[in-house]
């Protein structure tokens, strides 16, 4: 919690300070949002949840703090569609109940941490033509998840900066690719003619029937060129 909160508190003060330095630049009037393209370093900050399973098995998954960035375009002064991508690595505990080899029962538990990229497609409709609006957004996208539970060995081989050219044996872990889609709303406001803030909250969903939506707030950096 201690390094999301400084991690959240460097990034307000990298967005004040490029705010000020454009500040000075900013001209009252009719905005220049349509036509233009803009660039997000994006944060995402996931609230805990806990699923329950059959036999007692459950999967319990902390708060955490996810990063991102994202590219778009402004189609008009409302409306922005783009590219995104994500990644976060949460902690979590996961209770497995089944049956052994044998036809036993078998109780696993697994303490680590889940590793999630996402790369989709964003967008986003600011409701008013000025540069404090509110907005709702939406995206649509592929999650690609990583328990970090071993799931045997294999062989490959790969560059490492060191050794050079190595091939050898490569642990497995268990995974899978899911459709993500989010919605949101929040406010949106513009320092400059080339700087923007961006806040509000997110509902998130993957397509695995066990799982439900999880809430995360977010707050954004841009830059219009």
Not at 128 to 137: A, D, E, I, R
Request: hydrophobic letters at 35%; one cysteine or more.
């Amino acid at each position: 919690m201690r390094k999301t909160l400084i991690l959240m508190t460097a990034l307000l003060i990298l967005t004040t300070l490029a705010s000020a330095a454009n500040a000075q630049s900013y001209q009252r009037g009719e905005l220049t949002r349509e036509g233009r393209w803009d660039f997000t370093i994006q944060t995402r900050y996931s609230q805990s949840s806990y699923y329950d399973g059959d036999n007692g098995s459950y999967l319990s998954i902390n708060s955490d703090l996810g990063w991102g960035f994202g590219f778009g375009y402004n189609i008009s002064q409302n409306f922005n569609l783009g590219l995104l991508f994500t990644w976060r690595s949460t902690p979590y505990e996961v209770r497995s109940v089944g049956e052994d080899d044998n036809g036993d029962p078998q109780t696993l538990n697994y303490s680590t941490n889940m590793s999630t990229s996402t790369f989709g497609f964003s967008g986003e409709y600011n409701i008013l033509k000025k540069k404090f609006t509110p907005y709702v957004n939406g995206s649509f996208g592929w999650m690609h998840i990583n328990t970090n539970i071993p799931a045997g060995w294999t062989s490959g081989c790969y560059w490492y900066p060191y050794w050079g050219y190595v091939c050898g044996p490569v642990p497995l872990t268990y995974g899978s690719n899911e459709t993500a889609y989010t919605a949101g709303l929040g406010l949106r406001y513009e320092t400059s003619e080339s700087v923007f803030l961006r806040g509000g909250y997110e509902w998130g969903w993957v397509s695995v029937d066990e799982m439900g939506d999880v809430g995360m707030m977010r707050i954004d950096i841009g830059f219009m060129f």
